[in-house]
């Protein structure tokens, strides 16, 4: 009967699933990754939707310094990008990760390139982002990539 500062005293024991043991980043973004569908089905459960919402078109990208959640989003989702890093969301979030994984993660957010692929395969977009990621990326000092 754990009772850590939740807001959300129900269903704690059941959100922490199967929490894996993540002594490096790479095994740490695997397990994330494992997770991720355990995570939007726990904040629709405990009806977190906003914040479910908001990861919806995310991707897990990976996990630097063990500590630091990236995630991809593909271009236009701006308004997530921004939201989910925003307060209520990103604590909710992070709450969340922490039952199902064992540790704090902070979140990061980064535009995908074309139709979800976080590699360097460029696809000759260039310059030409449209102007509200143009923003989000200023607002969240992210990156394309």
């Known amino acids: ?3 850590q500062e939740s807001q959300e005293p129900q269903d704690s024991q059941e959100a922490q699933g199967s929490p ?15 997770i991720w569908n355990a995570l939007l089905q726990h ?8 914040a ?9 990208l990976r996990v630097e310094e063990g500590r630091v959640l990236v995630l991809g ?15 209520p969301h990103k604590q909710v979030v992070q709450k969340y990760l922490e039952r199902l994984t064992r ?16 590699g360097a395969n460029g696809g000759g977009q260039g310059d030409e982002l ?16």
């Open 20 to 34: 894996a043991v993540l002594p490096e980043s790479a095994e740490l973004s695997e397990a994330v990754d494992h």
């Open 52 to 60: 479910r919402a908001y990861l919806l078109p995310a991707r897990p």
């Open 103 to 118: 540790r704090k993660l902070d979140i990061k957010v980064e535009v995908l390139n074309n139709d979800g692929n976080s």
């Open 1 to 3: 009967q754990e009772s």
């Open 43 to 50: 904040l629709q459960k405990d009806r977190k939707i906003q």
């Open 73 to 87: 989003y593909p271009k236009g989702y701006a308004t997530h990008m921004e939201q989910i890093v925003s307060h």
């Open 130 to 145: 449209h102007p509200l990621v143009k923003a989000a990326i200023t607002i969240l000092d992210g990156k394309v990539i």
